[in-house]
């Protein structure tokens, strides 16, 4: 990796460690160079515009968030066992700070907002993909389905935890465990 490349993945790794930190508020060139230890004017030589810093962290931030993921994955598992480990995920300290960070950048992405939108949609593809990945299914369709179904559901339980109603999602889990039964 040339020197520039190395400069620009540690900025980006810095850039994905502030946002996860302080979130999308005050996301401007000259406070994120600041919180990483240059100028505005570096971070535009690295990234070319806003758009693609952000861009580029937020999607590390979301690579970052699959790695973890990855590593609770033990093997498919049906839905209402992922339910209940994703469930669990989400209050586990560490991912805290990419549901809080998800939970900002939502709004942003339903008004339009440039390059929210778009990344917001490339986040949940792959978080869709990887959900699909992970289900335990009969058919395809299954896969597809549940997919989509499991997305919904741990969106919702991310909102009832930062409202901090942990009841709703277990009754939920507890009303898909009688179904499942």
């Given at each position: 990796m040339k020197k520039g490349e190395?400069?620009?993945?540690?900025?980006?790794?810095?850039?994905?460690d502030h946002l996860l930190t302080h979130g999308l508020q005050g996301a401007s060139l000259r406070p994120l160079?600041?919180?990483v230890g240059t100028s505005d004017r570096m971070l535009l030589h690295y990234?070319?515009?806003?758009?693609?810093?952000?861009?580029?962290?937020?999607?590390?931030?979301?690579?970052?968030?699959?790695?973890?993921?990855?590593?609770a994955r033990l093997e498919p598992l049906p839905i209402?066992?992922?339910?209940?480990?994703?469930?669990?995920?989400?209050k586990d300290p560490h991912v805290r700070p990419y549901m809080r960070l998800w939970l900002e950048l939502?709004?942003?992405?339903?008004?339009?907002q440039a390059p929210f939108h778009t990344i917001a949609q490339r986040i949940s593809a792959t978080l869709r993909g990887w959900i699909a990945d992970t289900l335990q299914v009969d058919t395809e369709e299954q896969r597809e389905l549940l997919?989509?179904?499991?997305l919904t559901i741990i969106e919702g339980f991310v909102m009832f935890d930062a409202l901090g109603d942990d009841e709703v999602p277990a009754a939920a889990l507890a009303g898909l465990k009688l179904k499942m039964a």
């Open positions: 190395r400069r620009r993945a540690e900025l980006l790794e810095r850039l994905a160079a600041a919180a990234f070319g515009d806003k758009e693609e810093l952000l861009t580029a962290s937020l999607t590390l931030v979301s690579q970052r968030l699959i790695t973890m993921l990855d590593a209402d066992a992922l339910l209940t480990m994703l469930a669990g995920m989400v939502l709004p942003l992405a339903a008004g339009g997919a989509a179904l499991t």
